[in-house]
């Protein structure tokens, strides 16, 4: 038997917005587009990800967790191939209703959708409807977000979320550059010591050691977002050099140090000649430096292309930009087989960092509103 059941109103779901429902122990997306009502079964075919929680752009939904995209209107994956089940869907006065079988028998286990890995759960008989937030968001981050953050902005700017998403998980999307690959690069960007973004380390930290990285390769990355602070002395040792001479300063003379491994990579062609003012003033502590760094790229725990990706991201994140080791890493990268598109991927993932910014900010401009909105009226 057929009937329909209530899963929203049309105040609630705004044009635009998309919500995952649970009737009758199944998980139900329900999207508006342009005032147009559309239901589908809520899971994806391709790994179970929620499409209620993903981002819709016309008829369109990106799926949250890999990014298939289905189109709405017919439950079709553009292109054939996978598709889902389309449910039917009607307006009575504000109400929007979805056309359902009646429950199965208590305690029966639910089919959600057939896929390459079927599943199944069951649902406890006083299970409730997900709040209107677990509806919008599910508590799952895309990208280079904060779930709370972007639980609270698209209930704000649901259309403009959508917009800036599209632009910011294209790296996690894109299939360009592997999905470890791209949390790794995030990692670096997010901990280099020009950002120190606690959360989109931790968030990235985690993501990676889902996708198979290993608590070595990402401590590596971690020594590499360190030692980034060496531009420091790049940048000031030369100009240092440089004001002491017409000044009449020299540098204190000392016993010649030993500096095997700044002496092997100068016969190797490997040196930098920007560390030279550097090494000139104080070589016994340059060796101590470069003895340090020189496993990120020698330990063979990061493939040498991986190594230069990572070091382009943290030189052109927006917090540093610097173009000396920009061009030197690019240079570098592209000698060991980097694409041009590989390359552009890293470049965006430092653009998408930019979203820390709301990551930070809207849950303050949240707690302050609610904190106005509980002030006594004076």
Not at 2 to 25: D, H, Q, W, Y
Not at 179 to 198: D, F, G, P, R
Not at 297 to 302: P, Q, R
Not at 345 to 368: T, Y
């Amino acid at each position: 038997m057929t009937e329909f059941k209530k899963v929203t109103t049309v105040e609630e779901l705004s044009p635009g917005r998309c919500m995952t429902a649970v009737i009758n122990e199944r998980y139900i997306a329900v999207f508006n587009v342009d005032g147009a009502f559309h239901a589908l079964d809520g899971v994806c075919p391709h790994q179970g990800g929620l499409l209620g929680n993903g981002i819709l752009n016309g008829c369109i939904v990106k799926c949250p967790e890999h990014g298939l995209r289905i189109d709405v209107a017919t439950g079709a994956v553009p292109g054939g191939g996978l598709s889902v089940k389309k449910f039917a869907v009607r307006v009575e006065g504000s109400e929007v209703l979805v056309a359902m079988e009646s429950a199965p028998k208590r305690g029966r286990a639910m089919r959600t959708l057939t896929t390459n890995k079927p599943s199944e759960m069951t649902v406890p008989d006083n299970a409730e409807a997900p709040s209107a937030i677990e509806r919008s968001i599910g508590g799952i981050s895309t990208g280079p977000w904060d779930s709370a953050a972007l639980t609270r902005l698209r209930e704000w700017d649901p259309i403009g979320t959508g917009q800036c998403l599209e632009m910011s998980d294209d790296p996690w999307t894109g299939g360009i550059l592997p999905c470890k690959h791209v949390e790794l690069i995030s990692i670096a960007v997010n901990a280099a010591c020009t950002n120190l973004s606690a959360g989109g380390t931790r968030r990235h930290i985690r993501a990676a050691l889902e996708a198979g990285a290993t608590r070595e390769e990402i401590l590596m990355i971690l020594k590499m977002a360190s030692l980034l602070s060496i531009h420091t002395c790049s940048l000031g040792a030369p100009i240092l050099l440089e004001e002491a001479k017409p000044a009449g300063v020299k540098p204190r003379s000392k016993e010649a140090a030993a500096t095997p491994v700044c002496d092997g990579m100068k016969v190797a062609g490997q040196w930098n000649t920007a560390w030279d003012a550097f090494f000139e003033i104080d070589p016994e502590w340059t060796e101590a430096f470069i003895a340090a760094s020189r496993p990120v790229y020698a330990s063979g725990i990061l493939s040498p292309k991986l190594a230069e990706l990572l070091s382009i991201a943290v030189d052109a994140s927006i917090t540093h930009m610097y173009a000396p080791g920009t061009r030197r890493h690019i240079r570098l990268a592209l000698s060991l087989g980097a694409t041009i598109e590989e390359i552009m991927e890293v470049l965006k993932i430092c653009v998408a960092q930019g979203i820390e910014a709301s990551n930070l900010g809207v849950p303050i401009l949240a707690e302050e509103l609610e904190r106005l909105e509980q002030s006594p009226t004076s």
